[in-house]
């Protein structure tokens, strides 16, 4: 990172004298995308002040799923213009001087996205039913965007058998057969939706991928598997038991049932939620995590990007298909 | 007693001592990653002591392929085929010992990767 030269970028888009940034220093979180977090302090112009900007750029290796940083930006853009609960999106940079990476910049939030913190009872005197229905009547909302930078699917085109056919590809790609990934798609494929739905998807809307604070919701992150899906898609995985970190019980993120979750997004707007369809979603959500922990776990093995916490996630596979195989009468 | 320690005793000291001493020293910053350490020693040891225990995944595949003497890889990837293909879709004896072969294979992974895991 050129910092003079972000800096130089900063008072540009921001019309000011001039910048000067510090503080430089790396976010947890974001297995795919790096974060950074940066002190900037602006002379002149309409943002004249000191600032916090996070900046969001690729990793050194990527996964198959994840839309283009420039496509991100502009998805998270309509999100903010739809008055979703997100980070103010900024600028956004090419590859450039600045960086050998493409980048964007936004403002950052305050809060915590660290499931456990979120989830233990009184831990942060976040009400967790209440947190529910501000998560479902944001998903209702993101299931209304139309961002013009994701071209809509054919109305012929089927989510379901997009995904199956999908996943069945990166199966194939894979050095060593997985038979209960197998299994679970024969089900999907045997037990699909007859008719197709579609909706703009964030595609990892789920605990850990929202930051709160003692108020509740602050903001929706992580926008970079967003694309068009049947909207049963992000209630699934939202709902997938690999997704409730150690609250098994509270279907919804681990914050809540599912009927607090299903009522407060029809409530807010959202489509009428077919349980059977989310009974679908959520055994694709285990497959689907499945297929991307095996990814990220590659990530480590071929040494394109060597971390503990990837090659980890190769071996979470067990629990991941233990949960399919309950889901499929198969346990 | 054994001379020296093996590979699964001095993965298990190193664990501990990570555990019990290092661990609560760590800033709030290190602190996840430390915890991977731990989880991925835990694993280590299990892994190592599953093999000298002689456990082999897989060994439910002969149900399945009677015929097959030894299977291998190249028997796993034509279950996954026939799975795709629908060999298994009907109730029978043929389901009922894909079932048994998968359940079987994942818990012997799943005592190994996370054995607390319900």
């Known amino acids: ?331 | 007693m054994p001379t020296q320690p093996d590979a699964t005793t001095l993965l298990s000291a190193a664990r501990d001592t990570l555990v019990e001493v290092i661990l609560p020293q760590l800033p709030a910053a290190a602190r996840t990653q430390g915890e991977h350490v731990a989880l991925a020693l835990a694993i280590a040891i299990r892994d190592i002591a599953a093999a000298a225990n002689g456990q082999i995944i897989d060994t439910g595949l002969s149900e399945i392929y009677p015929q097959t003497q030894t299977p291998g890889a190249t028997t796993l990837q034509r279950l996954a085929t026939e799975i795709r293909a629908g060999r298994f879709d009907d109730p029978g004896a043929q389901r009922t010992a894909l079932l048994t072969y998968l359940r079987q294979a994942t818990a012997e992974r799943l005592a190994i990767d996370n054995p607390e895991y319900r």
């Open chain 1, 1 to 331: 990172m050129n910092e003079a030269a972000l800096a130089a970028f900063i008072a540009t888009e921001s019309r000011a004298r001039n910048a000067k940034i510090g503080n430089i220093q790396r976010l947890a979180g974001g297995a795919v995308k790096q974060s950074w977090a940066i002190a900037a302090n602006i002379r002149g112009g309409p943002m004249a002040g000191s600032h916090i900007f996070v900046l969001r750029t690729p990793g050194p290796s990527d996964l198959p799923a994840t839309i283009p940083l420039d496509q991100e930006f502009a998805v998270h853009r309509s999100a903010w213009q739809t008055a979703i609960a997100v980070p103010e999106p900024l600028w956004f940079a090419p590859q450039s001087t600045i960086m050998a990476k493409p980048f964007y910049l936004m403002r950052h939030c305050a809060g915590t996205a660290e499931p456990r913190l979120i989830l233990e009872p009184g831990a942060t005197g976040i009400d967790h039913p209440s947190l529910a229905l501000a998560l479902a009547s944001s998903l209702a909302k993101i299931h209304t965007m139309q961002p013009p930078a994701i071209r809509r699917p054919a109305l012929s085109d089927d989510p379901a058998l997009r995904f199956i056919q999908t996943c069945y590809d990166q199966l194939d790609q894979r050095p060593s057969a997985h038979p209960v990934l197998e299994w679970g798609l024969r089900h999907l494929e045997r037990n699909r939706p007859t008719l197709p739905l579609w909706a703009f998807c964030h595609r990892d809307f789920r605990t850990g991928n929202y930051l709160v604070d003692e108020g509740g919701l602050v903001a929706i992150l992580d926008w970079e598997f967003a694309g068009w899906s049947d909207p049963h898609e992000d209630i699934g995985w939202f709902c997938a038991k690999c997704w409730r970190f150690g609250a098994p019980r509270r279907a919804a993120g681990g914050l809540a049932s599912r009927a607090v979750f299903f009522t407060g997004y029809e409530q807010a707007g959202g489509l009428p939620i077919d349980p059977g369809r989310v009974e679908f979603w959520e055994l694709a959500a285990h497959i689907r995590w499945a297929l991307i922990a095996l990814q990220q776990s590659d990530r480590h093995l071929s040494g394109a990007e060597p971390r503990l916490e990837f090659a980890l996630l190769g071996r979470r596979l067990a629990q991941l298909e233990h949960e399919i195989l309950a889901m499929t009468g198969g346990a």
